[in-house]
């Protein structure tokens, strides 16, 4: 039986993302330079994946995920709301700098988020739709298109670790990461694969 891989991307570039804004529940665009990276990132997941098409792909709610997919060449077979990037609450649309402000030293892997998600919500969401692909593996890889600091939280969760150790891990603008199997325990193949920077 072939058993896929996970294959995490990760949308291409907004306005708020180029800033450093948390975007959660906001559908801010790509840009253009975001669109033209997720083409290039769809390249680049073919030279990944190879060509068989994925047994499944599940792409966040959001427009900017949605469009990276499309623009990527995917097929989307669902939208999964479990894909949504972390609930920021209050720190919506601020950057950490601006937050820091009146709270020194603030991260979203330490922090509070007030009126949004904690940790050990985003690993529950996390863990519920990671039990879900693996079922789906056993047709071929499955690729998640969604935000970065929810990827992160998946890398972290498929390995074993807390949500919180996602901040060990990178997921810049319209990059991937894969993560694999060794004989049945968890691996991470690559984290943070992007194409060339476009002009």
């Known amino acids: 039986m072939t058993v896929g891989r996970v294959f995490l991307l990760r949308h291409g570039e907004t306005e708020w993302s180029a800033s450093g804004k948390h975007t959660g529940r906001s559908d801010i665009p790509l840009t253009e330079r975001g669109r033209r990276l997720a083409v290039a990132a769809g390249e680049l997941g073919r030279t990944l994946r190879g060509d068989d098409p994925p047994a499944l792909v599940l792409t966040s709610p959001r427009g900017r995920a949605r469009d990276t997919a499309e623009l990527a060449g995917l097929r989307i077979d669902r939208v999964d709301e479990r894909l949504a990037e972390w609930d920021y609450g209050e720190a919506e649309g601020r950057t950490t700098p601006e937050i820091r402000e009146t709270v020194p030293g603030w991260t979203v892997w ?10 050990d919500e985003v690993a529950r969401r996390a863990d519920d739709l990671l ?12 690729v998640l298109v969604g935000h970065g600091h929810f990827s992160r939280v998946l890398i972290a969760r498929w390995i074993g670790l807390p949500a919180t150790e996602g901040v060990r891990f990178a997921m810049e603008a319209a990059s991937w990461a894969v993560l694999g199997d060794e004989r049945g325990v968890p691996r991470l193949d690559h984290v943070n694969v992007r194409p060339m920077e476009l002009g």
């Open 110 to 119: 330490t922090h509070t988020c007030p009126g949004g998600e904690t940790p």
């Open 131 to 142: 039990a879900d692909v693996r079922t789906a593996l056993g047709g071929g890889d499955v």
